[in-house]
């Protein structure tokens, strides 16, 4: 039941995102066949298609919020990422309930395992978008405007080497656990 309810708030947080770029679109005039399209991958559930329609749909409107767009566009593609991590975080735990119960089923335990190459696929092409428009979303259209000789590779590199300080202090402050259960085994 629990796991269920990990899908369906997943599931509940990317249709919100998804539809707060239909409303942005709406706001902005974009006609309303282009705003039905959006809607009909939606409901189909292509969500992929859907994110990259409406990232297109900007290329076209000179005169829109850019800034808000792709704020609400990474905010979609995280949702879209984070229900692909729930999935597998529940396929793991689905596997490890198979390993550890009385009847060992291989068949279904490879099922499982597949089942988790898929989604790491997924999430690999997700994880891209994601990345790119957080890099997008961390330097606003201001820099460059308000300064013609911005240079925005700089900038790009001073938050990458901000983000890998944070990743190597959450690294660090997971590691000594690692190494606290591992203290006694000379090979690791």
Same mark, same amino acid.
């Given at each position: 039941?629990?796991?269920?309810? %990990?899908?369906?708030?997943?599931?509940?947080?990317?249709?919100? %995102?998804? !539809?707060?770029?239909?409303?942005?679109?709406?706001?902005?005039?974009? +006609? /309303? @066949?282009?705003?039905?399209?959006?809607? @009909? &991958?939606?409901?189909?559930?292509?969500?992929?298609?859907?994110?990259?329609?409406?990232?297109? &749909?900007?290329?076209?409107? %000179?005169?829109?919020?850019?800034?808000?767009?792709?704020?609400?566009?990474?905010?979609?593609?995280?949702?879209?990422?984070?229900?692909?991590?729930? $999935?597998?975080?529940?396929? =793991?735990?689905?596997?490890?309930?198979?390993?550890?119960? #009385?009847?060992? @089923?291989?068949?279904?335990? =490879?099922?499982?395992?597949? =089942?988790?190459?898929?989604? @790491?696929?997924?999430?690999? $092409?997700?994880?891209?978008?994601?990345?790119?428009?957080?890099?997008?979303?961390?330097? +606003? #259209?201001?820099?460059?405007?308000?300064? +013609?000789?911005? /240079?925005?590779?700089?900038? &790009?590199?001073?938050?990458? $080497?901000?983000?890998?300080?944070?990743?190597?202090? #959450?690294?660090?402050?997971? $590691?000594?656990?690692?190494?606290?259960? !591992?203290?006694? !085994?000379?090979?690791?």
């Amino acid at each position: 039941f629990i796991a269920m309810a %990990a899908v369906a708030e997943a599931q509940a947080r990317l249709n919100i %995102a998804l !539809n707060d770029i239909v409303e942005f679109y709406r706001n902005e005039k974009l +006609p /309303d @066949d282009s705003v039905a399209v959006l809607i @009909d &991958y939606i409901d189909k559930h292509l969500t992929t298609e859907f994110l990259m329609l409406a990232e297109s &749909y900007s290329n076209c409107m %000179a005169f829109i919020n850019h800034d808000e767009l792709i704020s609400k566009l990474y905010t979609a593609w995280s949702a879209f990422l984070e229900g692909f991590n729930v $999935e597998r975080r529940l396929a =793991l735990k689905r596997i490890q309930i198979l390993k550890d119960g #009385k009847k060992k @089923d291989p068949n279904a335990i =490879l099922n499982f395992e597949n =089942l988790i190459k898929q989604i @790491d696929k997924k999430r690999s $092409e997700v994880s891209w978008s994601t990345l790119r428009l957080k890099a997008m979303k961390s330097i +606003p #259209k201001e820099k460059f405007i308000n300064n +013609p000789d911005f /240079d925005y590779q700089k900038e &790009y590199k001073t938050i990458a $080497e901000s983000e890998r300080i944070k990743f190597t202090i #959450k690294k660090t402050i997971v $590691e000594p656990k690692h190494l606290i259960n !591992n203290s006694f !085994n000379i090979n690791k």
